[in-house]
């Protein structure tokens, strides 16, 4: 499992909280609340994000919440997203494929045709993007939803449904997502 740095700048608070979740959340979560000790750490740090509860200039890769309350699994998909589109942060567009994935207007085009996708639904085709290889509901479960695999649910399947529905009706295509014996891959 690739660990990503969740940096929590000068906000014990919520540091305490993700703590004890840990594990569940898949960051390597490090509390941190000296502006120079930041810097040195962030250095060093290639994957990471640091979450603060108020802007702070000269610090890169901050995400600030500053809209609480928040449920901690509303948190965690903002997290993921973030820092999904941190690592294509070069590019305001990623090309998967035949078509485009627009970050600033959420939009998946071909050529003229354009289809509006939820945060979710372009985190679900990027990570399939970047996985290459067929990914299992319980995988999808855990890395894109933050569910723990024992959660009895149909969220990955509803949601991949109801995107395949949507890039069938505006592209006509019945593969872009397809369904494999060991879960979903992008063809």
Do not use: A, C
């Not at 990623?94 to 998946?108: P, T």
């Amino acid at each position: 499992m690739n660990f990503r740095k969740l940096v929590i700048f000068k906000f014990s608070t919520l540091y305490h909280i993700l703590k004890e979740i840990e594990q569940e959340l898949h960051f390597n979560i490090i509390e941190i609340n000296n502006e120079n000790l930041l810097k040195r750490e962030i250095k060093n740090l290639k994957d990471y994000l640091v979450v603060t509860n108020s802007f702070f200039m000269n610090i890169n890769n901050q995400y600030v919440l500053d809209q609480i309350p928040i449920k901690v699994s509303k948190l965690v998909e903002k997290l993921n997203v973030i820092i999904l589109r941190k690592q294509f942060s070069n590019q305001v567009e990623i090309k998967v494929n035949n078509y485009v994935i627009d970050f600033n207007s959420r939009e998946l085009s071909s050529e003229k045709l354009k289809l509006k996708l939820t945060e979710k639904e372009i985190s679900v085709i990027l990570y399939l993007f970047k996985k290459k290889t067929p990914t299992s509901i319980k995988e999808l479960k855990e890395n894109v939803w933050q569910y723990q695999s024992n959660i009895e649910t149909h969220t990955v399947e509803t949601h991949i449904y109801r995107l395949r529905k949507k890039i069938i009706k505006t592209f006509n295509n019945k593969s872009f997502i397809i369904s494999k014996k060991n879960g979903y891959q992008i063809k």
